[in-house]
């Protein structure tokens, strides 16, 4: 285990619990795009793609049910594939984990799985721009979590992060099927009177929907920001 994901397992543990699970949330998802260009079942996929939405709808919204995704399937995945999909599952647990109050694994936390298996993903000769990356991601949070006093329970959206590969992805990286987006895409309005609410609420509102868009099969949503308006359209 190299020494920078030593640093980012012991930054982990100085973090809020809901921060855990957003970290974990988005080390799955940087791995995602390697079961995308598989050739795993489309349900498989999807399934995947859940685990990792969950994570993030419970490390973003403040209260609410939500309704665990979960990973089935029989098909056997060795390998760089296996440590993606790995990571998915363990970065669900970590967020069920933070439901219910207790943890589901005996020995290594589940967000410390999901960060493990998603690094272990990554092939070699791209580990140290992922471990540079998934230690920008580390500071950033603890960072946030001291300076503005974060609680256990303080949501943290995917959104926080910013982008996934800021200075471009490693070469050969498959392309992020999640993060496409196409003018010509279906729209539709979602119109909101927010009253005295603030913005983080609204945010939460956004986070949640695409959370559950996705839940019904749908490929993500992007928020257009145009004039004075806002549109809410289908990700490609």
Known sequence: MSNKLDEIIYRLYQLPRRARVAFAARCARRVQPLVDASDM????????AKAIEFAEYVSSVKDGTVRSAIIAGTSVVRGRLQSAVSAAESAHNAAADYMDGYSRTRG?????????????AVAD??????????????????NA??????RHETP????????????G???????DST?????????????????????????EFLVALECYYRSLGG???EIVKEERREFIVEGA
């Open 108 to 120: 290594r936390e589940s967000y410390v799985v999901a960060v493990e298996t998603a690094y272990v």
């Open 219 to 221: 490929s993500g949503l």
């Open 156 to 167: 943290v959206p995917p959104t926080f992060f910013g982008p996934m590969w800021p200075d």
């Open 125 to 142: 000769d791209a580990k140290h721009m992922a471990a540079d990356r998934m230690v920008a991601d580390a500071d950033l949070l603890f």
């Open 179 to 203: 993060s496409k987006f196409s003018g010509d895409q279906p729209t539709f309005s979602v119109f909101i009177d927010p009253g005295d609410a603030p913005s983080e609420l609204i945010t």
């Open 169 to 175: 992805a490693p070469e050969g990286w498959p392309e």
């Open 41 to 48: 079942s489309v349900k498989r996929k999807q399934d995947v």
């Open 145 to 150: 979590a001291e300076r503005q006093r974060w």
